[in-house]
């Protein structure tokens, strides 16, 4: 017996080193040694996870990237200069149509009032028809794209019937206080910076349009390294703590996002007031409601061809993220 169980341990050594892994490679005790890339847009993850108590007694270590908007921090996770990161709906499409590296692997739901198309108080434009020939200041492949693609249809309009400035947000917000485009098409906390310091007007949301989808993203290069996968596994599991925990602590999460971002007070707790995004499952229906928003895309021709999302959504992390829910 001692010869054969010897015999099968040797044999299992063999099968190891052959696929080139041991089991100490796969174990969580690796997770000691990651250093998780996280891409970030300022205010958002880290001050989120922050606020909420849950940057604490990490088992890695994260390096933390910030990014304008999530197109380029999706090019740093397709490229493996980002492990992972936290973007709007609209990201995710572009990066799958040019093949990005990238699958998503959790998702959550915010409000869809936050997304907004924005003109100046004494703007002339009453309706969304009324953009008809107008400058529209949009961040390219943001969420924000996505939602006035689907403002402007949902008004029988397209995006070939006005002129879309790609800015981001900090040159759009510029462009916008000086009358330099008609309308602004985006999110908070800037609607709510709009509106209170510069007196802008809504001239429409998100309502019957915006899925209001939101996703943690990772390379695929990051997904497929056992202790890069364990890490990512942890810290989105946080990340969907921390969104419960954000929606029943709103003044807590405004005060912690106005002091790491230099937003006023007032601007912060406006965005948090109208609802935090929250973790959800993703299911067929997100998968579903993302292809519907990418086809958008493609019949406007602002995508050379069709994206099959569902290629470029990994559920691995399915289990761990229901019971992080509740």
């Known amino acids: 017996m001692r010869s054969r169980n010897a015999f099968a341990v040797l044999l299992l050594a063999l099968v190891l080193a052959a696929c080139g892994s041991t089991p100490a490679q796969q174990g969580p005790a690796d997770i000691t040694k990651v250093t998780l890339k996280v891409g970030d847009q300022k205010g958002n993850s880290q001050t989120l996870l922050k606020a909420a108590g849950l940057l604490d007694n990490l088992p890695y270590r994260i390096e933390w990237s910030t990014f304008t908007s999530g197109p380029p921090l999706l090019e740093a996770a397709s490229a493996g200069a980002v492990d992972v990161g936290g973007v709007g709906n609209t990201p995710p499409i572009f990066s799958a149509a040019a093949n990005g590296q990238i699958s998503v692997v959790s998702a959550a739901k915010g409000n869809v009032v936050s997304d907004t198309v924005l003109v100046p108080a004494d703007s002339p434009l009453k ?16 969420s924000a794209h996505g939602q006035i693609l689907l403002t402007l249809r949902k008004a029988g309009l397209s995006t070939k019937d006005v002129k879309l400035s790609f800015l981001q947000p900090a040159d759009a917000y510029g462009a916008f206080t000086q009358h330099r485009i008609d309308a602004w098409a985006v999110w908070d906390p800037y609607t709510s910076q709009a509106q209170l310091e510069a007196h802008a007007r809504v001239l429409a949301d998100g309502a019957g349009t ?3 989808y939101s996703f943690q993203v990772a390379g695929r290069a990051a997904l497929a390294d056992a202790g890069k996968n364990a ?4 810290y989105v599991v946080r990340i969907a703590k921390a969104e419960r925990w954000s929606d029943t602590h709103r003044e807590q999460w405004a005060q912690a996002w106005a002091a790491d971002t230099g937003l006023s007070p007032d601007v912060a707790l406006a965005s948090t007031a109208k609802g935090p995004d929250l ?6 229906a997100v998968v579903a409601s993302e292809q519907e928003l990418a086809d958008a895309f493609t019949a406007d021709k602002v995508l050379p061809g069709r994206v099959d999302f569902a290629r470029f959504v990994d559920r691995r992390y399915a289990t761990d993220l229901a019971a992080a829910r509740g």
């Open 231 to 234: 890490a990512i596994r942890d």
């Open 127 to 142: 309706t969304v028809a009324d953009l008809r020939d107008k400058t529209i200041g949009v961040a390219k492949g943001s």
């Open 279 to 284: 973790p959800v499952a993703l299911d067929d």
């Open 210 to 212: 915006a899925n209001g």
